[in-house]
């Protein structure tokens, strides 16, 4: 017994157990890891997204002009005219006594110009500031998507940048135009969280003000949305907002009093000290929450509201209800995004891909395997199985590590039986070369071994650098090919140096007493 199990054979029935116990669920469809099919095998929704890049810089001034005009009002430094746009923030300082006070304030913000004559300030980005918000917006609203996606529940989605300005989205799984409809809401959904003050003195003549006159007073004028009670009614707003979504920690489905769906959100200690003290300053006045560029509710402030915690009702459904929270959750979008190109892959499809790549498999895998078995014999057999046992693996670690498979990752498998079978066809030949020199079986064997393994590992170490390098910088379908020929290589060594090499040396007693070389090499000793 001790002879037959060495410690090469039990790990190959060590990879051959792991190899059939995790390939099952795969393979069977029973409980357990499973392989993910991805896009082009399972069909889905395919999306190409623009971001507006310039719309960071507008937010990203509104936010900063929003945080001046809190520690300027806190220092009790008074500000006229303070407005922002996406070229930048302009403001009067009435008391230029205060401009000592003023400067120590806007040092806190790093990457700003403050151009300053008089009484007037006008402040920009730095063009290094600006290209790194942009930067940081696509970043940002790679992470923000797959947060979405990821709490949407969907599996295995891929969103990853694309060009400079560019995000592609692949959503597998997703079957019907309502599910499409949904997952596309989710995604392109700014969620957007700001509280803005009512305009008080002027709104009462909102209807017969223009976007232009409102600008001058330091207004913006926007609507309620369908659902909030007013539909079609406009509202005029300080443009500066008091606080955004940025302050937020956290937003989940709630009910009112009514059992209606609400979103309830809460805020960071900075949020709500600002939520809390404004709300003490202006009690009486109307506060609006404003999302995504719509009024949901204006309420009027009856007294201090601590806690920094609120709600969005706008008659939403459950559904509704729940995607906005998870949008609020995962952070609004840094800008806005547009669909430059949406590509729906049917299922069946998929289907195809399937077949027609299972049929390459097998067949290409029943071909090889009839030659290794007539040019080699028993040592052709042994081969197969160690590449039996190589797709197995390859199978487990996929479902463990819970992997996509790709069309090009299926290309990889049938690209990974080549590389097996080149291992074993090397190997088998030192053993051959080794016998035609007169060598017993034994020492033939050895030899095979020995001087094939530095071959066959320095080809596939090149070959897993190469794969390592293009799931590293590859995306999409490239990443797919490279972890099955990643894996496939690993799986190789295991199986065609360390598990053919044990089973050659649990049967050597019986091997090296053969008068038939043939039979186990396809070959004599005479050549």
Known sequence: MK???????????LAILFGVIFSIPSVFHT??????????LQGGLNLLLGVKTQEALKSRYASIASSIAYEAKKSNILLDNLRSDQSGIYFDLIDTDEAGNLSDILKKFDGIKIDSSNTHYDITFTSLEEETIKKNAISQAIGTIRNRLDQFGLAEPSVTQQGKEDILVQLPGIKNAQEEQRAMELISKSAHLQMMAVDEERNAHVDSINDLEAQKY?????????????PGQK?????IPILDGNMLTDARVAYDQNHQPVVSFSLDSRGAKIFGDFSGANINKRMAIVLDGKVYSAPVIRERIGGGSGQISGGFSVEQASDLAIALRSGALPAPMQILEKRSVGPSLGQDSIR??????ISGFILVVGFMIVYYSMAGVIASVALVVNLLLIVAIMAIFGATLTLPGMAGIVLTVGIAVDANIIINERIREALRMGENISRSIHLG?????????DSNITSLIASILLYAYGTGAIKGFAITTGIGIVASIITAIIGTQGFYLAILSKISKTKHPYFWFGISKKG
């Open 235 to 239: 509202i005029l707003l300080k443009a």
């Open 449 to 457: 071994y020995t001087n094939a393994s530095r071959a066959i590992f």
């Open 31 to 40: 409980k357990g890891p499973q392989i993910n099919l991805g896009l082009d």
């Open 3 to 13: 002879q037959v199990f060495n410690p090469r054979l039990v790990i190959f029935i």
């Open 356 to 361: 027609s790549s299972m049929i390459a498999l």
């Open 218 to 230: 330091g207004d913006v004028i926007l609507p309620f949305s369908d659902s909030s009670g007013s």
